[in-house]
């Protein structure tokens, strides 16, 4: 697998992976530039063709990701679970870095110094890292009785419930009965933080993803599972995936 960059006169910078044996072309977007996935063997002018027979879906790919990108302000507020709420502002006292930590009661914030750029996608990151520790503090007050609470409503027994810190994996059961939970639920909406952990505790009924399973989780939510799924899917979480 080889990488290298072009200069294009609209897009700018792209860049170009390589991989052997690889047949189709495929295009996406990272850290705002497009990166094309092509194989090896694909000469220069093939690129260029393959670029310019393609610019109206990658311009439309480029405005997309554009608009989803996460980005934050000055005076933001991010709530979270269990009534906590966020605030992203600035220090002025430390150059060059983000300070986080608790306010006052269930008041959290994020802060960075004032010579800093909210545009600058590192500044982005820093803010998203310091917001997933301040999830872990909130989620360790919170989850483990929100959680227990579900449980006890729909009379299902975890052996227990286990904060962890994963964004791609919400939630996980074990064979042995045990919850584990992503610390980031914090950041969700009650009820989609609740319909994660009514999955995981269907799974100690069915373990797997079979249509008995589906019917229980659906019941679990007021038949609501097609509707909560597509509104979780939908999301835009205030940190980075
Ligand atoms: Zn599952």
Redesign the pocket.
């Known amino acids: 697998m080889g990488q290298y960059k072009l200069d294009d006169a609209e897009f700018g910078t792209i860049i170009i992976s390589t991989r052997r044996g690889m047949k189709s072309i495929r295009s996406n977007v990272r850290n705002g530039a497009i990166e094309l996935h092509v194989p090896t063997s694909i000469r220069y002018d093939e690129l260029c063709k393959v670029i310019d027979d393609n610019r109206t879906k990658l311009r439309q790919m480029l405005a997309k990701s554009e608009e989803t990108k996460l980005r934050y302000h000055e005076g933001q507020e991010i709530n979270c679970l269990g009534g906590y709420t966020i605030n992203i502002c600035r220090q002025q006292r430390f150059p060059g870095k983000a300070t986080f930590g608790s306010d006052t009661g269930n008041t959290l914030s994020v802060k960075i110094h004032t010579g800093m750029d909210f545009g600058d996608e590192r500044v982005t990151s820093l803010i998203s890292q310091c917001l997933k520790l301040l999830a872990k503090r909130i989620a360790a007050s919170v989850l483990p009785r929100f959680a227990e609470n579900i449980a006890t409503e729909i009379g299902a027994k975890p052996a227990k419930f286990v904060i962890g810190g994963g964004l791609r994996k919400l939630?996980h059961?074990t064979a042995k009965g045990e919850i584990q939970l992503s610390c980031n639920l914090v950041f969700l909406p009650k009820h989609l933080a609740k319909f994660i952990i009514l999955?995981?505790l269907a799974?100690l009924t069915h373990f797997n993803?079979s249509p008995q399973?589906h019917n229980l989780l659906n019941q679990y939510c007021n038949g609501n599972e097609k509707i909560l799924d597509s509104e979780l899917k939908h999301f835009r979480w205030p940190v980075k995936l």
């Open positions: 939630g059961c999955h995981e799974h993803h399973f």
